[in-house]
Structures are given as structure tokens and as C-alpha cells.
């Protein structure tokens, strides 16, 4: 569903977002403090705007209090990023989604009224560790203690073979839920289906399964 979503600071991670929301069709106002920021990613998004996120006069005359979503995408100074989540939690914005540095911070954010909190530098951190002992690995997602999904090149003995044929769940303990070729991608792909070197396999299960390919 296309919506609307004003995104506060435009360091990389802001930036990134915007982006991101843009290319799914959404709708972003974005604001910073620095003119020069605002002023580079102008021509890609909605709107953008220069003015102290802190200030709720200023957030109110862009029509924040008009938001869904916002994104306070910025932890320094923390009295900025915190400011800034009382004052759009006071405008009304039902989802704020607020940058956290550390875990004091994280705290004080859900305190002030964060609806959600994001640590991207942990969470990167966190993929690097689980994709680092598998050498064709693309990226990893957690989704429970020692659970997650592994985004993989299939590796040279898979190439030629059916899902079947190799038998993920005997010999790896691991599901295919989902099989990229180009630009395609099949959910939960059929057991016939023949795996090509330049797919991408999306795979479930422990980390420790998931590791054992890079065995």
C-alpha cells in the first residue's frame, strides 16, 4: 500500500530510506538542518525541506501532524533525535520509527513514544558475522535465536541439479523458500526445478545448517 512517510535527517541511513520508500512508490518529505543535504536529494524525492526537526512549530508548518509514518533517522546529537520523536509522537504521528546509537538511547527513544527502533550499524554487524564463513553468501536475514534466512550463490556442486537432487532438507536441514533468476522470482520453487550458477537461492534454517554450506 502507498502511503506517505517523512523521514528526519538525511545522513546514509535517511538517505537510504528515502530512497528506498521512493522506489516502492511512496510518497517522502524529507528534512534536515543542512541545506547542502537537502538540497542533493531534492530532485529525488517528494519534498524536501531544511529546518530544525527538534522544533515542533517548524515540523508542524510542513505538515507532519498529516503523517502516518516518519522516520527519525538520526542519533547525533541525541538530543535532536530524541526531541525530534516527542515532537512528531505529539503531532500525532501514529508510527515513528527512530535510529537508536546504543541501548540507553534505544530506551529513552521508546520512553519519549518510538513505536519502533532500529539499530542499523548492530543489525549490519549481525549480517557480516553470519555471511562471513560462507564465501558465496549475499546477505542474511535473523528471524529468531539462532534461526535465520541466507541469501546464497549456489555453490559449483549445486549447479546442474535439481532441488530434489540435492536434497536440501536431508543433507543441510535447510528449506528453499524462495529461487531469484534475473529479475524472476519463484516462492517455495518446485522440486524439478534445476538450479543455474547465476541464480540466487533463498535458504531457511540454523545458523549452524546454514554455515555448513560454506563448509
Not at 20 to 43: C, K, S, T, Y
Request: glycine letters at 8%.
Amino acid at each position: 500500500m502507498r502511503t506517505s512517510v517523512l523521514v528526519v535527517g538525511l545522513g546514509r541511513f535517511g538517505t537510504a530510506a528515502a530512497l528506498e520508500l521512493m522506489a516502492l512508490g511512496h510518497e517522502v518529505l524529507v528534512v534536515d538542518n543542512d541545506p547542502g543535504q537537502v538540497n542533493r536529494i531534492a530532485p529525488q524525492v517528494t519534498h524536501a525541506v531544511e529546518l530544525d526537526a527538534a522544533d515542533v512549530a517548524s515540523l508542524k508548518s510542513v505538515g507532519a501532524a498529516d503523517f502516518a509514518h516518519a522516520i527519525v533517522a538520526i542519533t547525533e546529537p541525541l538530543e535532536t533525535s530524541i526531541f525530534a520523536t516527542m515532537a512528531l509522537k505529539s503531532l500525532g504521528v501514529q508510527n515513528v520509527v527512530a535510529k537508536a546509537a546504543n541501548e540507553l538511547h534505544g530506551a529513552i527513544l521508546q520512553k519519549v513514544g518510538a513505536d519502533r527502533l532500529v539499530y542499523p550499524e548492530r543489525e549490519a554487524g549481525d549480517r557480516i558475522s553470519h555471511i562471513l564463513g560462507v564465501p558465496l553468501a549475499l546477505d542474511y536475514l535473523d528471524v529468531a535465536p539462532n534461526f535465520g534466512v541466507l541469501k546464497v550463490r549456489p555453490p559449483a556442486a549445486f549447479v546442474g541439479q535439481t532441488l530434489s537432487q540435492l536434497d536440501l532438507a536431508g543433507r543441510y536441514g535447510l528449506t528453499a523458500i524462495a529461487l531469484r533468476r534475473g529479475d524472476k522470482v519463484t516462492v517455495i520453487p518446485h522440486r524439478e526445478e534445476k538450479v543455474m550458477a547465476t541464480d540466487e537461492l533463498i535458504l531457511l534454517g540454523r545458523d549452524d545448517q546454514l554455515e555448513d554450506l560454506g563448509a
